[in-house]
T-cell receptor, first 113, second 117 residues
């Protein structure tokens, strides 16, 4: 089984709808991240969390919210989706302390019509 | 401010050719890490290598090699004898010790490598 899973893998929704993307990990890592990938822009950080009680905004958090339900679960919500939120979303985890690499989930392709 | 530049948007080579993917970074910190990730057509991100700012030794792993030069702020990636399975988008990323407590990754925009049979 994959260490970092994301659900759903693909989602098409309409403008104004609320949508939640979920991420679960079995790596036992305390740090979790949400990124979005847009063509030609690389990956940009939306939110990150160092533990259940620690949530922080990344560089492009407007229009998004997150919830860290447990050490292993980190959800990203779009309260009212808009078309420019159409992107590929990645969850990542990292073991705390130091410069360990981040491990990424398979991604969720979101289309907002 | 920290920044990662991958000037090559797309590269196309024929199988068995060698290819080098360029990565240039900017940082004011003396302690930082550099990473390369591979994103094959299936979409997942695969970690390839991590290198810290105090280790300028080149690294070789099979057909892959990395050349880190602090003097030119570059961390280039070479694939020797490329194969079709190497076709992917490759991302270079930077993580700083003092770039906030996040140790977040600053990604380049990626280089799409197409290896033709």
């Amino acid at each position: 089984d994959a260490d970092v899973t994301q659900t759903p893998r693909n989602r098409i929704t309409k403008t104004g709808k609320r949508i939640m993307l979920e991420c679960s990990q079995t790596k036992g890592h305390d740090r979790m991240y949400w990124y979005r990938q847009d063509p030609g822009l690389g990956l940009r950080l939306i939110y990150y969390s160092f533990d259940v009680k620690d949530i922080n905004k990344g560089e492009i958090s407007d229009g998004y919210s997150v919830s860290r339900q447990a050490q292993a679960k980190f959800s990203l919500s779009l309260e009212s989706a808009i078309p420019n939120q159409t992107a590929l979303y990645f969850c990542a985890t990292r073991a705390g302390q130091g410069f360990n690499e981040q491990f990424f989930g398979p991604g969720t392709r979101l289309t907002v019509l | 401010a920290q920044k990662v530049t991958q000037a090559q948007t797309e590269i196309s080579v024929v199988e068995k050719e060698d290819v080098t993917l360029d990565c240039v970074y900017e940082t004011r910190d003396t302690t930082y890490y550099l990473f390369w990730y591979k994103q094959p057509p299936s979409g997942e991100l695969v970690f390839l290598i991590r290198r810290n700012s105090f280790d300028e030794q080149n690294e070789i792993s099979g057909r892959y090699s990395w050349n880190f030069q602090k003097s030119t702020s570059s961390f280039n990636f070479t694939i020797t004898a490329s194969q079709v399975v190497d076709s992917a988008v490759y991302f270079c990323a930077l993580s700083e010790l003092y770039g906030g407590a996040t140790n977040k990754l600053i990604f380049g925009t990626g280089t799409l490598l197409a290896v033709q049979p």
